[in-house]
């Protein structure tokens, strides 16, 4: 059997990772008797998204493999990227005739890749199918449905997901219940990230060339933030009642900790408030940092502010309490009222400020929903070897 599979993202590669190290466990296991049944993989790359973090320690530190074919597809608008991954993938399909095309998550790569497979009229299957925010703004979402309209197989995380499908009248078949293939990397990673020294992960990435670098945060309780998503940064009257709760409340009551994703930074200075949250003497602002070192300061954070999806996925399974700044999520199952460690804020003042004074009062434990337990995976490749 021979498999494509396609990332399109840094992301992605977190997540395709697991799935490479199944496959090559199952070969593993294959006698010479049994050849037939070995699976060959390609890993293909469309390089939608240009990331400097992707260098050789990248793929080292967190035994990721380097892609098989590098698309090399570049930035764009979502039209551009879309026609010009459907272009360059069509070539791939044709010369190296698959029998299964995987595509992962939601970016525009899934959903152009998706589109090449059905044409071509070669097997497809998405993990993290049925995820759905219902907001249809995003383009995730219309990649996301798009994607799983024309999938042959449905890999979900949870039933919530595998729900979805059903009610838009997927047929039982094509779905199976596999977990949370991004909890295959954290549980592979967790130790790696837990030996690594809070002060030292600050050090290395603070923005602040005037702060102390040996502050030690090891005896103070902190909160961790990540916000990139243009409906929080790209407009002042949003952004700035955001810093001034940053500055002038949450941050004297506890460290901050502010991971300052590029486009964030722009806006803050572009909107006058750069000055504000770099004078904040309770606030530590740092470059974006890797994956083990968000994973080591959400491990010990006492709170998180994120809009990252996946932030609120590792928060559930850590139990560490999150207030996810968004006014809808794909991944409800990470969210308090299903057991979760996570609650929509929105962008709303007044939800931060009441709910981080609950988040004070309640103790959150972690929560591992079913089948997100490490080994999801391995539960593909099994779907995959039984289906063809």
Known sequence: MKIISVVGARPNFMKIAPFVRAIEQYNGSISNANNSRLITHILV????????????SFFEALNIPHPDIDLEIGSGSHAEQVGRTMIEFEKV????????I??????????????????EHIKLAHIEAGLRS?????????NRLVTDRLSDL?????????????NEGVPEDKIEFVGNIMIDTLEVHRETAS?????????????????????????????????????????????????NFLCDELSRDIQLLWTIHPRTRKQLQMFDLWDKVTSADNIILMNPIGYHEMLRLNMDAELVLTDSGGLQEECCVLGTPCMTMRWNTERPITLRKHGGSCVLVGNSIENLRKEYAVIKTIE????????????????IVRVLTNKN
């Open 45 to 56: 790359h469309t390089g939608q998204h240009y990331d400097e973090c992707m260098s050789k």
């Open 93 to 100: 399909v044709r010369r190296e005739k698959p029998d299964w």
């Open 102 to 119: 995987v595509v992962v998550g939601d970016v525009n790569a899934t959903c152009a890749c998706s589109i090449v497979a059905k044409k």
């Open 134 to 142: 219902f907001d249809m703004k995003m383009p995730e979402e219309i």
């Open 154 to 166: 449905l890999l979900t995380p949870d039933e919530i997901s595998s729900q979805n499908l059903r």
């Open 195 to 243: 030996k690594m020294d809070i002060n030292q992960v600050i050090s290395k990435n603070i923005l602040h060339s005037d702060l102390n670098h040996d502050f030690n945060i090891t005896a103070t309780k902190f909160a961790l933030m990540t916000l990139h998503r243009p409906s929080n940064v790209d407009k002042k009257e949003i952004l700035e009642p955001i810093v």
């Open 364 to 379: 959150t434990k972690p929560k591992h929903p079913p089948l997100w337990d490490g080994s999801t995976a391995k539960h």
